[in-house]
């Protein structure tokens, strides 16, 4: 589960941090919003009774569908103990994208509490948060304190986007180039939104983990390999800020 207002850890620093400087706030709605006016699911992500066109078309991951994208790579997180995937990083050139997908109530969605709930557990632990209308919806931007390679003080961004489907909450996570308007960006909100989301029909809580599978062409590889850029393994509760996880999975 996820969300459970649980007091989530400072950033932690690494070398992929930036120097300081004044940069400008990012333009913020309060956190008392009430949703964005249009609908956020208008392109995608698409439900499985949504699907258009051929399930073999898409990476089947379990919980998520993926179409294959020209020089997009995709990744699965393990949980260390039981190996079992946690959550699915998708990069392009200098960001990622972090992607899981939970249960949710059959009458509300859940991005509004939990939104709430992040830009809380952000500001309590000395990050900052602001609120804004997204390519996808509300989304919230967020800076952490780090130490950049030279050891200076600087700091980290990620943007966080939730989005509720029938049933069922998708929340992104994205990073690096990813974080701000950009080329990178605008590439990862496109393969966001030509997600399927799988679901199922088995009653469960609300706020469960929807369960992955691993593809049997993937390749096991050591997260020491990769850059420390890279979202978390298990980012719970919702306010966590990204940090690496000990083993990956390339797909493909």
């Not at 700091?155 to 974080?179: E, H, K, N, Q, S």
């Amino acid at each position: 589960m996820f969300g459970r207002k649980k007091r989530s850890k400072d950033a932690q620093a690494d070398n992929s941090a930036v120097a300081k400087t004044d940069l400008p706030e990012t333009p913020g709605t309060p956190e008392e919003d009430t949703g964005a006016a249009s609908d956020p699911r208008a392109l995608g992500p698409r439900d499985e009774s949504e699907l258009t066109g051929e399930r073999e078309d898409y990476i089947d991951l379990g919980c998520i569908l993926l179409k294959p994208v020209a020089g997009v790579a995709v990744r699965m997180d393990l949980e260390e103990k039981s190996q079992r995937p946690r959550a699915l990083n998708v990069d392009y050139k200098d960001g990622s994208v972090q992607l899981q997908a939970f249960s949710a109530p059959k009458s509300s969605g859940l991005w509004d509490d939990v939104r709430r709930e992040l830009v809380e557990g952000l500001r309590r632990d000395r990050g900052q948060a602001t609120v804004s209308e997204g390519p996808l919806g509300l989304q919230v931007n967020a800076k952490f304190s780090a130490t950049t390679a030279s050891g200076q003080p600087g700091y980290r961004l990620a943007r966080f986007v939730g989005i509720d489907g029938p049933r069922w909450f998708l929340r992104a996570v994205y990073t690096g180039g990813a974080a701000m308007p950009s080329t990178t960006a605008e590439v990862l909100d496109d393969v966001v939104r030509s997600l399927v989301i799988v679901r199922g029909h088995d009653p469960m809580p609300p706020r469960d983990l929807l369960q992955f599978k691993v593809p049997e062409n993937a390749t096991p590889q050591n997260a020491e390999g990769r850059t420390p850029e890279q979202p978390v393994r298990d980012p719970q509760p919702p306010a966590s800020a990204p940090r690496r996880g000990p083993e990956i999975t390339e797909i493909g």
